[in-house]
């Protein structure tokens, strides 16, 4: 008997972004210590990168894997309009990326539920940044900025109002027209918020909350022009070569990452200022399960600029999975 199979069209409808985030709270506080989650595998193709993340919670005797493609972007463009790298709209693009989820049975490594996981892929990744924007944004903060027009993008937008009463979102895309359209789109579906498109240093500048949605491989803005206060959630590059923030932004914010093991192996934003001798390890000042369970302090002062580094982890996509399969009407956890 083959198992059911979500689309991306039921985890629209079936995953619930604020579920989500307590979902995810939870697990990094209380589950992340007792859970099997094993490095990333990266195999590099001659198009892109293929990424498999495991996880295995024994407790809830849950098992999963999510498969990964992310194609280089030249590939991408192939046949088609050359876009700008730097536009998250052209960069991650329902082609660029491909994400596909195995909810597995542990004891036969037989598949519970198969689901299409990009937008699984956005969601848990926005809602693990409205976590960390919980934790470490001031109470007050009332202007978000994004950089980007695309996937990851439109869920911050939808997901960061979950935990902070924002007024006003700022938009920077490199493509103008795009940046319009998209602006003009989310404002249809979020009429309680104004939102404008800002160039990159207007961006940085005003925002209390600045997210990076982007595929980018150099810094998105001057580190310099960031107002102190501010909270960033850095979610786009994943390689150590690339990077959207620039050494002053590391080097003046209080940093967290999801883990560390991923953040000090893969994670350009910090291994180029370690390489260039701008910080030490002892930089990174705490991972997510130490930042909600209370061991690491976050925020220690509304000065301070605080930075959440989100490569993304395997126990992610398994609490959004299991959501998925108790929300499936044949499903049971």
């Given amino acids: ?94 082609g660029r990326v491909q994400a596909t989820y195995l909810l597995l049975d542990p004891e036969t490594a037989q598949p519970r539920l198969t689901i299409a996981a990009n937008y699984l892929t956005d969601l848990r990744t926005a809602a693990t940044s409205a976590v960390a924007t919980r934790f470490l944004a001031r109470p007050d903060a009332s202007t978000l900025g994004i950089f980007g027009t695309g996937r990851l993008a439109r869920t911050h937008l939808s997901v ?47 925002s209390d909350v600045l997210c990076t949605c982007t595929s980018n491989s150099t810094p998105l803005f001057d580190g310099r022009d960031l107002r102190p206060g501010t909270h960033l959630n850095l979610v786009g ?32 934003e910090l291994l180029i200022p370690l390489q260039e001798g701008a910080i030490t390890r002892d930089h990174v000042a705490a991972d997510l399960h130490e930042l909600v369970s209370g061991t690491k302090q976050g925020r220690r002062s509304p000065e301070e600029i605080t930075l959440f580094k989100s490569v993304g982890c395997a126990l992610e996509d398994l609490v959004a999975a299991e959501l998925l ?9």
């Fill in 1 to 94: 008997m083959s198992c059911p199979h979500l689309t991306e069209a039921d985890v629209r409808r079936l995953l619930d972004p604020a579920q989500l985030c307590a979902a995810l709270e939870s697990a990094f506080r209380d589950r992340y210590p007792s859970i099997s989650l094993p490095q990333r595998t990266h195999a590099e193709l001659t198009h892109g990168i293929f990424l498999a993340m495991s996880c295995y919670d024994g407790a809830a005797r849950t098992l999963g894997m999510k498969l990964v493609l992310v194609r280089d972007q030249a590939q991408n463009q192939a046949g088609g309009q050359r876009r700008d790298p730097a536009d998250h709209s052209a960069a991650l693009t329902e």
């Fill in 160 to 206: 960061l109002p979950l935990v902070r009463n924002f007024q006003r979102v700022l938009i920077c895309g490199r493509n103008p027209s795009r940046s319009a359209e998209f602006i003009q789109k989310v404002s249809r579906e979020l009429p309680g918020l104004t939102i404008t498109a800002a160039d990159a240093r207007t961006c940085a500048a005003q």
């Fill in 237 to 268: 590059a994943f390689r150590p070569q690339t990077r959207e923030v620039d050494t002053h932004t590391i080097q003046r914010s209080r940093v967290v990452v999801d883990t560390y093991g991923t953040a000090l192996s893969e994670v350009g």
């Fill in 325 to 333: 399969l108790a929300a499936h009407p044949t499903g049971r956890l």
